[in-house]
T-cell receptor
C-alpha cells in the first residue's frame, strides 16, 4: 500500500529539548515536503526537497532543519523547540501527476 | 506574492443539495489548481486537479471549474451527503513552477445535515 508515515504521531516536549519527527514514504517519489498547520493560518510549507541531498526553504523555515540522505526519508529537526512551534505537522510527497500525498500528521506541543 | 481566498470559513447545507465552494486567487496565472479534502486531525487528501487550459473537470459527484479570467475556481458537490462533511482546501503552485511548491487556502468547513 502506498503511504507516507510519520513518527511520532503525538509529542509533548519542553522548550529547548531537541527533537526529530521522521517521515518515510514507499512510493519512490523524488519530492518530499514538510508543512505546519495552525488554526486561522492554514497549511504553510516549512521545507521541501526536490531530490536526495537537495533541500530548500519554504515559507516558514525558521527554527527547523531537514536532511535528505536517502530518497524515502525526510526527517524534520527542531534543534531548540519553542512554544510557537506548537502545531500540527504534515509530511507530503509529490506524485507523477502533481498530486501531493500527505502523511497522517504529528501533533506537537512545546511547553 | 500570490494570495488565495476561499469564500467562507463555513458552509452548512442540507443533505441532497449541491454544495458550491469558491476559491479566488490574485497576482498571477497558475498552471493548475487542486482541491483537497481534510478531516479533523488527518492529512489532506487529494480530490481533483484542473489545469489552466481546462474549463471543467468531473469525478463522480464532484465538479470543478476554473475561470482564469475571473481568477476563480468553483468546487461543486452534488447530491451532498453527511459523509461529505469536512474541510475543503484549494491549492495552487507557486508562480513560475509546476513542481511541488503549493500554496493552500485556509479552507472551507462544509457541514451537510440530514
Amino acid at each position: 500500500e502506498a503511504q507516507v508515515t510519520q513518527n511520532p504521531r503525538y509529542l509533548i516536549t519542553v522548550t529547548g529539548k531537541k527533537l526529530t519527527v521522521t517521515c518515510s514514504q514507499n512510493m519512490n517519489h523524488e519530492y518530499m515536503s514538510w508543512y505546519r498547520q495552525d488554526p486561522g493560518l492554514g497549511l504553510r510549507q516549512i521545507y521541501y526537497s526536490m531530490n536526495v541531498e537537495v533541500t530548500d526553504k519554504g515559507d516558514v523555515p525558521e527554527g527547523y532543519k531537514v536532511s535528505r540522505k536517502e530518497k524515502r526519508n525526510f526527517p524534520l529537526i527542531l534543534e531548540s523547540p519553542s512554544p510557537n512551534q506548537t502545531s500540527l505537522y504534515f509530511c507530503a510527497t509529490l506524485g507523477n501527476t502533481d498530486t501531493q500525498y500527505f502523511g497522517p500528521g504529528t501533533r506537537l506541543t512545546v511547553l | 506574492s500570490q494570495k488565495i481566498e476561499q469564500n467562507s470559513e463555513a458552509l452548512n447545507i442540507q443533505e441532497g443539495k449541491t454544495a458550491t465552494l469558491t476559491c479566488n486567487y490574485t497576482n498571477y496565472s497558475p498552471a493548475y489548481l487542486q482541491w483537497y479534502r481534510q478531516d479533523p486531525g488527518r492529512g489532506p487528501v487529494f480530490l481533483l486537479l484542473i489545469r489552466e487550459n481546462e474549463k471543467e473537470k468531473r469525478k463522480e459527484r464532484l465538479k470543478v471549474t476554473f475561470d482564469t479570467t475571473l481568477k476563480q475556481s468553483l468546487f461543486h458537490i452534488t447530491a451532498s451527503q453527511p459523509a461529505d462533511s469536512a474541510t475543503y482546501l484549494c491549492a495552487l503552485p507557486s508562480e513560475g513552477s509546476t513542481l511541488g511548491r503549493l500554496y493552500f487556502g485556509r479552507g472551507t468547513q462544509l457541514t451537510v445535515w440530514p
